[in-house]
T-cell receptor
Framework: DGGITQSPKYLFRKEGQNVTLSCEQNLNHDAMYWYRQDPGQGLRLIYYSQIVNDFQKGDIAEGYSVSREKKESFPLTVTSAQKNPTAFYLC?????????????FGQGTRLTVV | AQSVAQPEDQVNVAEGNPLTVKCTYSVSGNPYLFWYVQYPNRGLQFLLKYITGDNLVKGSYGFEAEFNKSQTSFHLKKPSALVSDSALYFCARIIPSNDYKLSFGAGTTVTVRA
């Protein structure tokens, strides 16, 4: 099945730890996105990437890092510098150009600091 | 300025009545506009999009939206709401001439009562 997969579904982090959220897509999409969702805040863009080996900061990039070494993969690392990491994280992908530019979303990772 | 605005946090309607969820966007180039729906603890599902052409676009589950350039709006509508339409709805925008940054509104919670 074609799609976008996020793992794990639930993740617990201790104070001061770095954790990495996985996002993989087999849709051959060029663009990939990471969003953070908090109650009442909607979706806030953390990082996005249009092509391999290139990515841009979104609106709330501080305390996060990403890599785009392969077209299929866009992992997000939540570093210890992120002071309030508890949230629901969503990954998305889309093509760029043409008319079929709607984004496809993974099922999300819920990160909790313990 | 916020690129996409959803002025209503919540919309409540009775089943069988018309449903409207409002969205306005800031003017910048020729935007691509999207509507997504989210059910609890899930990723977002694509409903419909405006790229070019007819201002009235039809999407999944009987939803439609009208692109109004003079009012910079893209309101989501459904003639007869169902209880199963109760969910969180997001409007989103891409500026394709820019960098394909996909920005979302804050979301509107729709509750359809039986």
């Amino acid at each position: 099945d074609g799609g976008i997969t996020q793992s794990p579904k639930y993740l617990f982090r201790k104070e001061g730890q770095n954790v990495t959220l996985s996002c993989e897509q087999n849709l051959n999409h060029d663009a990939m996105y990471w969003y953070r969702q908090d109650p009442g805040q909607g979706l806030r863009l953390i990082y996005y990437s249009q092509i391999v080996n290139d990515f841009q900061k979104g609106d709330i990039a501080e305390g996060y890092s990403v890599s785009r070494e392969k077209k299929e993969s866009f992992p997000l690392t939540v570093t210890s510098a992120q002071k309030n990491p508890t949230a629901f994280y969503l990954c998305a992908s889309s093509i760029t150009g043409g008319l079929d530019t709607e984004a496809f979303f993974g099922q999300g990772t819920r990160l909790t600091v313990v | 300025a916020q690129s996409v605005a959803q002025p209503e946090d919540q919309v409540n309607v009775a089943e069988g009545n018309p449903l409207t969820v409002k969205c306005t966007y800031s003017v910048s180039g020729n935007p691509y506009l999207f509507w997504y729906v989210q059910y609890p603890n899930r990723g977002l599902q694509f409903l419909l999009k405006y790229i070019t052409g007819d201002n009235l676009v039809k999407g999944s589950y009987g939803f439609e939206a009208e692109f109004n350039k003079s009012q910079t709006s893209f309101h989501l509508k459904k003639p007869s709401a169902l209880v199963s339409d109760s969910a969180l709805y997001f409007c989103a925008r891409i500026i394709p001439s820019n960098d394909y940054k996909l920005s979302f509104g804050a979301g509107t919670t729709v509750t359809v009562r039986a």
